[in-house]
């Protein structure tokens, strides 16, 4: 089953989510976080009420290809988007945190 081949990324997310964002709500993930969200909302993929057949999480926003809670998924730095996982080019891409931390600090200067 494929939620327990990606048990260390849903729990990633939700680390990220529920544990790190809760308590420092200027971590710099934020941002990136965000702008996953807002691609995956104007997805043809997104499906906002978690009314497909692969969702676990019925009735919580979520991508339609892979079925997961789009919340924990785009919190979850090193997950990338699942148009990856079918050979298609992904919207969005993984991120290590430094790779993230340099981004976030040109971007300041842009
Ligand atoms: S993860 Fe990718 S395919 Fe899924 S809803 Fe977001 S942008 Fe679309």
Known sequence: ???????????????????VFFFNKKHWAINLVKHRRAICQECPHFD????????????????????????EKTACLSCHCSLKDEGKAPKWEATTEKQARVENQ???YL
């Open 48 to 71: 906002k009420h978690g009314f497909s057949e692969l969702v676990v999480l019925k009735g919580l926003p979520a991508c339609g290809l892979c079925g997961c809670n789009i919340n």
């Open 106 to 108: 040109i971007q300041k």
């Open 1 to 19: 089953m494929s939620i327990w081949k990606n048990k260390w990324k849903i729990l990633e997310g939700i680390w990220y989510n529920h544990v």
